[in-house]
C-alpha cells in the first residue's frame, strides 16, 4: 500500500506540471458522500460495510485515493463521511450498475443489505458531486497519509448566493492564486472542487491536511497574516461572494487512504 501511495505522489508531480494546459474532460470529479447514522452500533455496522465489501469493489472499479473519515472533535457524532475520487462522469454514473453485477461486492454486503427497513444501519446518504479545480485538477495526498502518519482533515464550504458569485469565487483560487498561496505557506490543500449539485447549491469545498489541529491552526494564523492574502482579498469582484462557511474536522479511519 505505501509502495502505491508513493508511486501516486510521483505521478502527481509529473500531473501538476502540466495543469494549466488540462481540458475540462482531464479534471477529476468527487463524490462527497454522508452516512448519516444514529448510534455506535450502527456506525460499526456500516464502517464493515465499508471496510469489508464497499471500498475494495470501488478500487476493484478502478478508483483510489479514497477517504473515509469521522469527526475529529465530537464523540457523539456517528455520521461517516468519504471522499470518492472518479475519473470521469461516466464511471459515476456507472457505479450502482457495477455494484450490482459485482459478485463479490453482493456476497461481501449480503448481510449488510439483509438489514430490516425497520431498523436500517443508516438513516440517509446526504451526497454531493463535485468536478476539481483546473488549478488542482486531482487530489494531492498528504505527506501524513502517504507515510501513515498520524493526521486530521478539515472540509470547508463555501456558498455563495448565486451562481455568479460562485463562479468568482473560484476564480479567486484559480485565476489570481489563492490555491498556490496555500501550498507556497506550507501546508497544502488535498483538492478543491466545485458543487456541480447536492447539499447548499452553489458551493465549493476543499479539504485541508495537518499533523494535528494546533497545526492547523497555525496554518490559517500564516495565512490570515500573508500580505497576499491582504492583497488578494481587497480585489473589489471578489467581495462578497462568499455568503456562508461551513468546516468540519474530520480524522482518518484504519481503512482510509486519504
Not at 476564480?171 to 458543487?195: H, I
Amino acid at each position: 500500500m505505501k509502495f502505491l501511495k508513493l508511486t501516486f505522489c510521483a505521478l502527481s508531480l509529473i500531473l501538476l506540471a502540466s495543469c494549466n494546459s488540462l481540458s475540462f474532460d482531464e479534471q477529476e470529479y468527487y463524490e462527497y458522500r454522508v452516512y448519516k447514522i444514529d448510534s455506535e452500533d450502527k456506525q460499526q455496522q456500516v464502517m464493515k460495510f465499508l471496510r469489508m465489501a464497499y471500498v475494495p469493489a470501488m478500487y476493484r472499479m478502478g478508483l483510489s485515493r479514497i477517504g473515509v473519515f469521522v469527526n475529529a472533535k465530537k464523540n457523539d457524532d456517528y455520521d461517516i463521511h468519504m471522499i470518492l475520487p472518479f475519473n470521469g462522469m461516466g464511471q459515476y454514473a456507472g457505479r450502482s450498475e457495477y455494484l450490482m453485477n459485482d459478485r463479490v461486492f453482493m456476497d461481501d454486503a449480503a448481510v449488510f443489505f439483509g438489514s430490516s427497513k425497520d431498523n436500517p444501519p443508516y438513516l440517509r446518504i446526504d451526497s454531493s458531486f463535485f468536478k476539481a479545480f483546473s488549478s488542482m485538477p486531482f487530489i494531492e495526498m498528504p505527506e501524513e497519509s502517504l507515510r501513515d502518519k498520524k493526521r486530521i482533515f478539515e472540509l470547508r464550504v463555501y456558498e455563495s448566493h448565486n451562481d455568479e458569485k460562485a463562479a468568482l469565487k473560484r476564480d479567486m483560487f484559480n485565476v489570481d492564486g489563492e490555491t498556490q498561496l496555500m501550498r507556497d505557506l506550507g501546508k497544502g490543500p488535498d483538492f478543491f472542487a466545485e458543487c456541480l449539485s447536492g447539499k447548499n447549491y452553489p458551493n465549493l469545498t476543499y479539504m485541508l491536511s495537518a499533523s494535528s489541529l494546533e497545526e492547523n491552526k497555525a496554518y490559517w494564523q500564516n495565512f490570515l497574516q500573508s500580505p497576499r492574502w491582504a492583497k488578494m482579498k481587497q480585489i473589489e469582484k471578489y467581495k462578497g461572494t462568499v455568503s456562508k462557511i461551513e468546516k468540519k474536522f474530520l480524522k482518518p479511519v484504519d481503512f482510509s487512504e486519504l
